[in-house]
């Protein structure tokens, strides 16, 4: 419990935390802002309806050792800013799984010291968001319960559509190219990242993330950097309108209620629409598939209600912090400038610069002329 | 392929008819050649074949080295060069043959990920045994893919090899992995695939597509394979329709038309 206090931002969240017990019959991990107190289990009556799962056979709220995860916290109007994390969100969001979320902007706060890590009832610590999501299964909550074995087959065939096609456009889309990682990621990560990291935590993750498409597609031979680009982009252009087709007019890709593919899709879509990328070639043309940005909307505005209200938590959260320190900020300040003023004229007094004259007091007219003659002299 | 080139090629590729001196080249088949390889060719010639197209096999030694793309098989057709499954398709398709017209838009999308699930699963087991598991590696990987090559350079380019794969294995994250997690992932693809092939007789009912050809490649080519331990072979071997299928493709396509120039049997 104090764990939370400490890594989830802002104090909202901290008083939160005794809402846990409502919010986690209600199938939110996250304890939502302190507007919430007077509210009833807030609206997942169509969250609920929808959602497939939580056939739990354990005991009420609150009962067992809860599954803790640690992932990225959220910006761009989204949850989560990195795209395991949001997809391990969303599934537990679809499934209800009574999961802790702390939400960190430092990795090394994670108990394996990536993101998004699981630590389950038994401490023990999962990283792989796939073994992730096949832990919340094995948990039984499962929000492919209902789908038939070949949909099942379909989820797998498509995630590795996923995988091949749109991961390395991803991967390229922000933190490979240029203006829109100097602009985006690494501005984002800059700031959400505690001092001394942001230094160089970010340039790191890049130079992994640029290790890591080079292996993925180096094997296609490149001529050159931008033909491989032009050939990534329009196989990822395919692929999306591919998840279009078969999305047609559904509200989820296997009918009415969602399933761990949508979670998948969802990570990917959400974060190509919803950061705002100086150079977006790949936004246009997902802009231009209706049903796929009606898709996102719907579930980020069933599942992710407030957080995307809120605005860009983490800029939210410095300012917190900070217009509480503001009153001693400023007197530091002020104090710090008249410090410094002292010192200069003290200086300047006592090294001669600056010299105070005593005047004597006026004497007759025609005298003082004489006198101060005598003055004029005297300096 | 760039797209500019790639454009240039259709376009010259429609203008001629398929001639009948086309040749795949692949590695040598008794002694070179490994079990992804192999699954590579076999699927491009069960391709060609679905296509009635004729195709005539060589073996070279520096097939690696000759593809354009590094990756085998590659054909020579006319004056061009096309490696790969996916790239042949379409050129293919710009010579007039496809496979895929019959299908609808959902249709096609789902032949994708398919054959997208096929590439990123058994293909990455395949390669997986091959170079990550020791005593495969020891045992057979080694020795076949430098046989053509005299001491040391056979070591050598083994060794290029391996750590090459292995770097790959460790950006797609399976370099972590387990042999048995492997198999346990070869098990869930042949699921997958199982259950979408359920009781008809192609993933497309009555007419085979691409995706039967990559399928068929793969499947065959596990299943005739003798290597260190029968395991990848038996967890194919657990869904019944899976082995029907390659049967299936075996009689109708390689044994019917009598072209004896390759026989399918690997070593």
Same mark, same amino acid.
């Given at each position: 419990?104090?764990?939370?206090?400490?890594?989830?931002?802002?104090?909202?969240?901290?008083?939160?935390?005794?809402?846990?017990a409502l919010w986690k019959t209600c199938g939110s991990g996250d304890p939502p802002a302190a507007r919430a107190p007077g509210r009833a289990?807030?609206?997942?009556?169509?969250?609920?309806?929808?959602?497939?799962?939580?056939?739990?056979?354990?005991?009420?709220?609150?009962?067992?050792?809860?599954?803790?995860?640690?992932?990225?916290?959220?910006?761009?109007?989204?949850?989560?800013?990195?795209?395991?994390?949001?997809?391990?969100?969303?599934?537990?969001?679809?499934?209800?799984?009574?999961?802790?979320?702390?939400?960190?902007?430092?990795?090394?706060?994670?108990?394996?010291?990536?993101?998004?890590?699981?630590?389950?009832?038994?401490?023990?610590?999962?990283?792989?968001?796939?073994?992730?999501?096949?832990?919340?299964?094995?948990?039984?909550?499962?929000?492919?319960?209902?789908?038939?074995?070949?949909?099942?087959?379909?989820?797998?065939?498509?995630?590795?559509?996923?995988?091949?096609?749109?991961?390395?456009?991803?991967?390229?889309?922000?933190?490979?190219?240029?203006?829109?990682?100097?602009?985006?990621?690494?501005?984002?990560?800059?700031?959400?990242?505690?001092?001394?990291?942001?230094?160089?935590?970010?340039?790191?993750?890049?130079?992994?993330?640029?290790?890591?498409?080079?292996?993925?597609?180096?094997?296609?031979?490149?001529?050159?950097?931008?033909?491989?680009?032009?050939?990534?982009?329009?196989?990822?252009?395919?692929?999306?309108?591919?998840?279009?087709?078969?999305?047609?007019?559904?509200?989820?890709?296997?009918?009415?209620?969602?399933?761990?593919?949508?979670?998948?899709?969802?990570?990917?879509?959400?974060?190509?629409?919803?950061?705002?990328?100086?150079?977006?070639?790949?936004?246009?043309?997902?802009?231009?598939?209706?049903?796929?940005?009606?898709?996102?909307?719907?579930?980020?505005?069933?599942?992710?209600?407030?957080?995307?209200?809120?605005?860009?938590?983490?800029?939210?959260?410095?300012?917190?912090?900070?217009?509480?320190?503001?009153?001693?900020?400023?007197?530091?300040?002020?104090?710090?400038?008249?410090?410094?003023?002292?010192?200069?004229?003290?200086?300047?007094?006592?090294?001669?610069?600056?010299?105070?004259?005593?005047?004597?007091?006026?004497?007759?007219?025609?005298?003082?002329?004489?006198?101060?003659?005598?003055?004029?002299?005297?300096? | 392929?760039?797209?500019?080139?790639?454009?240039?090629?259709?376009?010259?590729?429609?203008?001629?008819?398929?001639?009948?001196?086309?040749?795949?080249?692949?590695?040598?088949?008794?002694?070179?050649?490994?079990?992804?390889?192999?699954?590579?060719?076999?699927?491009?010639?069960?391709?060609?074949?679905?296509?009635?197209?004729?195709?005539?096999?060589?073996?070279?030694?520096?097939?690696?080295?000759?593809?354009?793309?590094?990756?085998?098989?590659?054909?020579?057709?006319?004056?061009?060069?096309?490696?790969?499954?996916?790239?042949?398709?379409?050129?293919?398709?710009?010579?007039?043959?496809?496979?895929?017209?019959?299908?609808?838009?959902?249709?096609?999308?789902?032949?994708k990920a398919y054959m997208e699930l096929v590439n990123n699963m058994l293909l990455t087991a395949e390669l997986y045994l091959q170079w990550?598991?020791?005593?495969?590696?020891g045992e057979i990987t080694h020795a076949r893919y430098g046989s053509p090559y005299p001491w040391p350079l056979n070591h050598i380019l083994?060794?290029?090899?391996?750590?090459? *794969?292995?770097?790959?294995?460790?950006? @797609?994250?399976?370099?972590?992995? %387990?042999? !048995?997690?492997?198999? +346990?992932? #070869?098990?869930?693809?042949?699921?997958?695939?199982?259950?979408?092939?359920?009781?008809?007789?192609?993933?497309?009912?009555?007419?085979?597509?691409?995706?039967?050809?990559? *399928?068929?490649?793969?499947?065959?080519? @596990?299943?005739?394979?003798?290597? %260190?331990? !029968?395991?990848?072979? +038996?967890? #194919?071997?657990?869904?019944?329709?899976?082995?029907?299928?390659?049967?299936?493709?075996?009689?109708?396509?390689?044994?019917?038309?009598?072209?004896?120039?390759?026989?399918?049997?690997?070593?």
């Amino acid at each position: 419990m104090p764990l939370s206090w400490l890594t989830t931002p802002g104090r909202r969240r901290g008083a939160g935390s005794k809402h846990n017990a409502l919010w986690k019959t209600c199938g939110s991990g996250d304890p939502p802002a302190a507007r919430a107190p007077g509210r009833a289990p807030r609206g997942p009556g169509p969250a609920q309806a929808a959602c497939r799962a939580a056939r739990n056979p354990r005991a009420g709220p609150g009962a067992q050792d809860p599954l803790e995860l640690f992932c990225w916290s959220g910006g761009w109007g989204l949850p989560s800013v990195d795209l395991d994390s949001l997809t391990v969100l969303t599934y537990a969001r679809f499934t209800g799984a009574p999961l802790k979320v702390h939400k960190v902007t430092n990795p090394w706060q994670s108990p394996s010291g990536t993101l998004p890590a699981l630590r389950t009832g038994h401490g023990e610590v999962i990283s792989v968001p796939h073994k992730i999501i096949t832990h919340l299964r094995k948990e039984k909550y499962n929000a492919d319960y209902d789908l038939s074995a070949r949909q099942g087959a379909d989820t797998l065939a498509f995630m590795s559509l996923l995988e091949e096609k749109l991961l390395p456009v991803l991967i390229h889309t922000f933190w490979v190219d240029t203006k829109n990682y100097v602009e985006v990621t690494r501005k984002w990560y800059a700031e959400a990242m505690p001092f001394p990291l942001n230094f160089f935590l970010p340039g790191r993750m890049q130079r992994q993330f640029m290790e890591r498409l080079q292996l993925l597609c180096g094997e296609h031979g490149p001529e050159n950097e931008e033909e491989l680009e032009k050939e990534l982009y329009q196989e990822a252009r395919e692929c999306l309108t591919l998840l279009s087709q078969r999305l047609g007019s559904q509200k989820f890709f296997f009918g009415d209620a969602p399933a761990s593919l949508d979670a998948y899709v969802f990570g990917y879509l959400a974060l190509l629409l919803q950061a705002k990328l100086p150079s977006g070639k790949l936004q246009a043309h997902l802009r231009g598939l209706h049903n796929l940005c009606a898709y996102c909307t719907h579930i980020l505005s069933l599942y992710f209600p407030w957080d995307g209200a809120e605005g860009p938590p983490p800029r939210q959260t410095p300012v917190g912090p900070e217009t509480e320190e503001e009153p001693y900020r400023r007197r530091n300040q002020v104090l710090s400038v008249l410090a410094g003023l002292a010192a200069m004229v003290g200086y300047a007094l006592l090294s001669g610069i600056v010299s105070i004259q005593r005047t004597t007091p006026a004497r007759a007219p025609g005298t003082r002329s004489l006198s101060m003659a005598e003055e004029d002299e005297e300096e | 392929m760039s797209l500019v080139a790639e454009a240039f090629v259709s376009q010259i590729a429609a203008a001629e008819p398929w001639p009948e001196n086309a040749t795949l080249y692949q590695q040598l088949k008794g002694e070179q050649i490994l079990l992804s390889d192999n699954a590579a060719s076999l699927a491009v010639q069960a391709f060609l074949q679905m296509c009635n197209l004729p195709i005539k096999v060589v073996c070279r030694a520096n097939a690696e080295y000759m593809s354009p793309s590094g990756k085998v098989p590659f054909i020579h057709v006319g004056n061009q060069v096309v490696s790969e499954l996916g790239p042949i398709v379409q050129f293919v398709k710009a010579k007039g043959h496809s496979l895929s017209d019959g299908l609808d838009e959902v249709q096609k999308a789902e032949m994708k990920a398919y054959m997208e699930l096929v590439n990123n699963m058994l293909l990455t087991a395949e390669l997986y045994l091959q170079w990550c598991d020791e005593t495969t590696v020891g045992e057979i990987t080694h020795a076949r893919y430098g046989s053509p090559y005299p001491w040391p350079l056979n070591h050598i380019l083994a060794y290029q090899k391996q750590w090459e *794969v292995k770097r790959k294995m460790k950006a @797609i994250g399976w370099g972590n992995k %387990t042999l !048995d997690q492997v198999l +346990e992932d #070869v098990d869930q693809c042949c699921q997958a695939l199982s259950q979408r092939l359920g009781t008809q007789p192609y993933f497309f009912n009555k007419q085979p597509t691409e995706l039967d050809a990559l *399928v068929f490649g793969h499947l065959y080519t @596990i299943l005739t394979t003798q290597l %260190t331990n !029968d395991e990848l072979s +038996e967890k #194919v071997k657990n869904y019944s329709n899976l082995l029907a299928f390659c049967r299936r493709i075996e009689q109708h396509y390689f044994e019917d038309r009598g072209k004896g120039s390759s026989s399918i049997r690997s070593s």
